[in-house]
T-cell receptor, first 116, second 112 residues
Framework: GAVVSQHPSWVICKSGTSVKIECRSL??????MFWYRQFPKQSLMLMAT?????????EQGVEKDKFLINHASLTLSTLTVTSAHPEDSSFYIC????????????FGPGTRLTVL | SQQGEEDPQALSIQEGENATMNCSYK?????LQWYRQNSGRGLVHLIL?????REKHSGRLRVTLDTSKKSSSLLITASRAADTASYFC????????????FGTGTLLAVQP
């Protein structure tokens, strides 16, 4: 149980276009979903915390107009990278929480974004 | 930055040997978790230790936590080539958000 999927697994786009990444909890309802980005050979950096039905909470330094997060249901959160540029190329990973801090988060497989 | 530090950054051992990774953090925590990541993949949760616990075991994994030193260690015993991966510690805060702050990671290579 506790499977999280992401779609697409990889995407290549032209500079200036927008890209939407979906994160789904397949067999449970996630109280909260998180979005991270990871540059090559680096750690995960939390971008934002997403709660169903409310606005996402962004970490310091993350542009909310650049990275749009929508959490329409307890099983789906989307991250849209607007007007993507080459420096946005990264590995984007989502995770889902059951709301109990004693249980670890469940991570999706990640989405590799390459902006040309 | 609140990000934790891990050492070593990279570790190469032979199959059968033990691997020890250390993690230090900066803020007070509710729990500390260890995750594994194979190259280019998502993270897999390995073990969680609460702030009031000092040691925890799961299979070949042993985790210790010293809150006075703000540090934790992950020991993998009798390592296998399949253990080759990056290992991250992550701290869960005392707030209600459950958000995690990840360490810098240790790249473990187990040579067959």
């Amino acid at each position: 149980g506790a499977v999280v999927s992401q779609h697409p697994s990889w995407v290549i786009c032209k500079s200036g276009t927008s890209v939407k990444i979906e994160c789904r909890s397949l067999d449970f309802q996630a109280t909260t979903m998180f979005w991270y980005r990871q540059f090559p050979k680096q750690s995960l950096m939390l971008m934002a915390t997403s709660n169903e039905g409310s606005k996402a909470t962004y970490e310091q330094g993350v542009e909310k107009d650049k990275f749009l997060i929508n959490h329409a249901s307890l099983t789906l959160s989307t991250l849209t990278v607007t007007s993507a540029h080459p420096e946005d190329s990264s590995f984007y990973i989502c995770s889902a929480s059951l709301g109990d801090p004693r249980i670890g988060q469940f991570f999706g497989p990640g989405t590799r974004l390459t902006v040309l | 930055s609140q990000q934790g530090e891990e050492d070593p950054q990279a570790l190469s051992i032979q199959e059968g040997e033990n691997a020890t990774m250390n993690c230090s953090y900066k803020t007070s925590i509710n729990n500390l978790q260890w995750y594994r990541q194979n190259s280019g993949r998502g993270l897999v949760h390995l073990i969680l230790i609460r702030s009031n616990e000092r040691e925890k075991h799961s299979g070949r994994l042993r985790v210790t936590l010293d809150t006075s030193k703000k540090s934790s260690s992950l020991l993998i015993t009798a390592s296998r080539a399949a253990d080759t991966a990056s290992y991250f510690c992550a701290t869960g805060g005392r707030g209600a958000t459950n958000k995690l702050i990840f360490g810098t990671g240790t790249l473990l290579a187990v040579q067959p």
